[in-house]
């Protein structure tokens, strides 16, 4: 185990990341992603809702029709 200014990880998060190296992420992780990224880019008062955000991105991508 690393110790870094005191800090101490955990094995069992070792040894999950360790199982996830190397693995591609799913259409959905990448998709969850792209609506964090973008939703954590925009202006606490932008008065815009990750929902909404989602909704742009599937559109976007033609994963679903406009309303």
Do not use: Y
């Not at 992420?25 to 880019?41: D, H, K, M, N, W």
């Not at 932008?46 to 991508?61: F, M, P």
């Amino acid at each position: 185990m690393k110790v870094f200014l005191g800090l101490k990880t955990r094995p069992e998060l070792l040894s999950k990341l360790q199982q996830t190296v190397g693995r591609k992420p799913s259409a959905a992780e990448i998709l969850e992603q792209r609506i964090s990224f973008v939703f954590g880019s925009l202006k606490p008062d932008s008065g815009i809702t990750r929902e909404q955000v989602r909704q742009i991105l599937l559109e976007h991508d033609g994963s679903v029709s406009k309303s």
